[in-house]
């Protein structure tokens, strides 16, 4: 996400790195005593916000963030926040109750 927010052409090997750093930093000391390599599933939104950003940072210090004005790197953070997907689903069928 934070390639595609920046507007990079191309992935680096430095970003494919920060981007495992940032997965890795992620992961808890007691997750780790338990083997674990990745961050429970319950975080996935701040793990990938946490990620993109840091990703994006890259992105930025390699002059690939085509797309990303002043005040969007001045606030990265919220921005990549706002553009974040948030399912919303609302009901397919109307319930109501049917009284005779």
């Known amino acids: 996400m934070g390639v595609t927010v920046a507007g990079c052409k191309t992935v680096t090997d430095r ?14 000391a007691e997750e780790l005593e338990q083997g674990k390599v990745f961050p429970h599933i319950s975080n996935i939104r701040e793990v990938s916000h946490r990620v993109a950003v840091a990703v994006a940072r890259e992105a930025i210090r390699e002059g690939q963030a085509k797309k990303l004005r002043p005040e969007q790197i001045e606030n990265l953070e919220e921005y990549i926040a706002t ?5 919303e689903y609302v009901p397919l069928v ?3 109750e049917i009284s005779i």
């Open 15 to 28: 970003m494919l790195y920060i981007a495992a750093e940032a997965l890795a930093n992620f992961v808890t």
């Open 83 to 87: 553009k974040m997907y948030y399912p």
């Open 94 to 96: 109307e319930k109501r």
